[in-house]
């Protein structure tokens, strides 16, 4: 029997997680950056990028409607498990199409192109990373074992990264290490889950793709939403040098903690809130009032850090273009207000209520927004085009969902 913690619990733990999970690779760029030569370093940014795009299209919105059926069924441990092969299926069937992407890729990618190698490495870590069934914890609330996995492996790669890569020759022990890690968080991530509910995999890929079409919309929401965060990255090597993609690289993944720790808060509480429902509107009304102000302080704050603290992140990731870096960080940082925001809307409004048809579609118009805004920006402005691009983006996205709650979806009779 596994026990749930209370929301403010599951939050430090869910920050502890993806500390240890974004936060390590991050202590890793200043030694990567000195350790590689700059095209060296601005490829393995690149693939880091194009895994993390590729774990979203592999995670196929999962973690959202994986978390509901969970969270919805916590005592039910068999039905728990045929969510669990559900999706698992599912994600294998993902996972084989997506190396037809990556071929795509290996010929239209100017940075994969003759570069087979740093996109196999990318696939495997972006299949790997889809594959840790981070929606069974957040469902179960129950995020203790998780935790420590993930603090403990990735804490003993950094001390091996550092043993291991010294300079461009020993880039072979790089790549093992982007993988390794990865795989063993999966395995003991499963072992845990058959030691709590009894676990047996069963892999049907029948109901895998019925799992894909039941989960279309979460899909498109999940999928259209990272176009505009690790996709950009991917977007911007089509146009720049590896030096400048990996100059970018370095301020998404920096803001990228911050961004996961502000949606892993809303995905704590998204459980709880389903839980709540239609029982009691008063508490839920609460939690809303209560988030809405709560995100807004989270997104100031690091919007705040960031940007105070851009050129002291310039001089200790990348010396050598510290003054390009400070400059795309600090365009950068306004965009977690929104993104802050915007939490608050897609878990409390839309997904609670089964509208995520409708913020599917918000976001398809984000992600084609994304592409024509940041298409002219970087041709005007280079690098810190993209980056003034993302807080555009953000904002108008923003914008839209608190127009359609508040004049048209609020108004259905069967809304929460």
Not at 131 to 156: C, D, H, K, T
Not at 169 to 187: C, E, G, N, S, W
Request: proline residues 2%; contains cysteine; hydrophobic residues 55%.
């Amino acid at each position: 029997m596994t026990k749930k913690g209370s929301i403010f619990e599951n939050i430090l733990l869910m920050w502890a997680i993806n500390f240890f999970k974004l936060a390590t690779p991050l202590i890793l760029i200043p030694w990567l950056s000195r350790a590689l030569d700059s095209e060296s370093f601005g490829f393995y940014m690149y693939t880091v990028a194009f895994a993390a795009w590729l774990c979203i299209l592999i995670d196929y919105g999962f973690g959202f409607s994986g978390t509901r059926s969970i969270a919805k069924n916590s005592k039910d441990h068999e039905c728990i498990c045929e969510i669990l092969n559900d999706l698992i299926s599912a994600k294998i069937v993902i996972s084989i199409l997506a190396i037809f992407i990556c071929i795509v890729f290996y010929f239209i990618s100017p940075l994969f192109n003759n570069n087979f190698l740093w996109l196999m490495v990318g696939y495997i870590v972006g299949v790997l990373t889809s594959f840790v069934p981070l929606y069974y914890f957040q469902g179960m609330e129950s995020l203790r074992r998780l935790g420590l996995i993930e603090a403990s492996i990735n804490l003993l790669n950094v001390i091996m990264v550092v043993l291991l890569v010294q300079d461009i020759q020993d880039i072979k022990y790089l790549f093992a290490l982007m993988i390794i890690p990865r795989l063993l968080i999966v395995l003991c991530s499963y072992l845990v889950i058959i030691d709590e509910i009894n676990f047996n995999l069963k892999i049907d890929f029948f109901r895998g793709v019925k799992s894909l079409s039941d989960g279309f919309y979460f899909a498109l929401f999940q999928i259209s939403n990272g176009i505009y965060t690790s996709f950009n990255i991917i977007f911007l090597g089509f146009f720049v040098s590896p030096t400048l993609v990996g100059i970018y690289a370095i301020c998404e993944r920096l803001l990228k903690v911050c961004i996961t720790f502000i949606g892993q808060a809303a995905h704590i509480v998204f459980p709880r809130v389903v839980s709540l429902g239609n029982d009691n509107i008063d508490r839920l009304n609460d939690i809303r009032k209560y988030s809405f102000y709560g995100f807004f302080f989270l997104g100031s704050f690091f919007a705040l850090i960031i940007f105070l603290s851009a050129d002291i992140l310039g001089t200790l990731f990348l010396p050598s273009n510290k003054l390009q870096l400070a400059t795309t960080i600090r365009l950068m940082s306004f965009a977690l207000v929104p993104i802050s925001l915007a939490t608050v809307y897609y878990y409390q409004h839309f997904l609670l209520n089964s509208y995520e048809k409708y913020l599917s579609l918000i976001m398809i118009f984000g992600m084609l927004l994304n592409f024509m805004v940041g298409y002219f920006m970087i041709k005007n402005y280079g690098i810190n085009g993209m980056a003034i691009t993302w807080p555009i983006v953000e904002s108008v996205t923003l914008f839209i969902c608190i127009i359609t709650i508040s004049n048209f979806l609020r108004k259905n009779l069967n809304y929460i």
